[in-house]
């Protein structure tokens, strides 16, 4: 019985000190009113280019609910696969003419659109040939260590190992630049980073098709 509890504490213990080599940034994004900023996106760089992890591509999503992409704004790690469920029960016709990758996945319904792969970093905008409003955007980074913002404004990003960042900020309402630069972080070991953001950007309108969903569609 002591050999077990021996050994419970030692696996507490491990996991602690596991959880502390690790560090965390909080952002708060704020527009040029001072409004919180939703879809952020926020990246950070080493600044010792040794100390950029190989990149680990994973399967994402982006669903086309009721005529809208979901999410409006999708960050994922270059080289993931993205795929394009289609929850409606109209057709979409999902293409984007981006630098970063210029697809086309003609007319189709279901889950039977093959996935995307996303090479190339950058901003690949989201369109549909059907439903002109349909607009999303994913953005292929380049590091491993990014996160967007919440209604509220605020992105979390943990598990950073210790070192100092380069950090870039991207919305869609700055347009398609690469964001914002210059603000460099040093994350240290247990620790929280916290600093205020304001970008400036441009009101993004959207409109909401719900109530359109429910009539015979096309
Ligand atoms: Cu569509």
């Not at 057709?91 to 996945?105: D, G, L, Q, T």
């Not at 943990?158 to 210059?182: K, N, V």
Request: contains cysteine; charged residues 20%.
């Amino acid at each position: 019985m002591q050999i077990l509890n021996f050994k419970g504490w030692t696996a507490i213990f491990l996991c602690l000190s596991s959880l502390a080599q690790a560090g965390e940034i909080r952002v708060n994004v704020k527009d040029q009113h001072a409004k919180p900023v939703e879809d952020a996106v926020l990246l950070l760089t080493p600044v010792d280019p040794t100390k950029m992890p190989r990149l680990k591509p994973k399967d994402e999503v982006v669903d086309q609910i009721d005529k809208e992409f979901m999410p409006y704004v999708k960050p994922v790690v270059a080289g993931s696969k993205v795929f394009f469920p289609n929850k409606d029960n109209v057709r979409h016709h999902v293409y984007s003419f981006s630098p970063a990758k210029s697809f086309e996945i003609q007319l189709y319904s279901g889950k039977s659109a093959a996935p995307v792969v996303l090479e190339k970093p950058g901003i690949v905008v989201l369109g549909c040939n059907i439903h002109d409003w349909m607009l999303g955007y994913i953005y292929v980074a380049d590091t491993p260590y990014f996160a967007k913002s919440k209604a509220d404004g605020t992105i979390l990003i943990d598990g950073l190992p210790e070192g100092d960042y380069q950090m870039r900020i991207w919305h869609p309402g700055m347009g398609m630049t690469a964001g914002e630069t210059g603000k460099q972080v040093s994350i240290h070991d247990g620790n929280v980073s916290q600093l205020n953001w304001q970008i400036n950007v441009k009101p993004v309108t959207r409109i909401s098709r719900k109530s359109s969903s429910q009539g015979p569609g096309y």
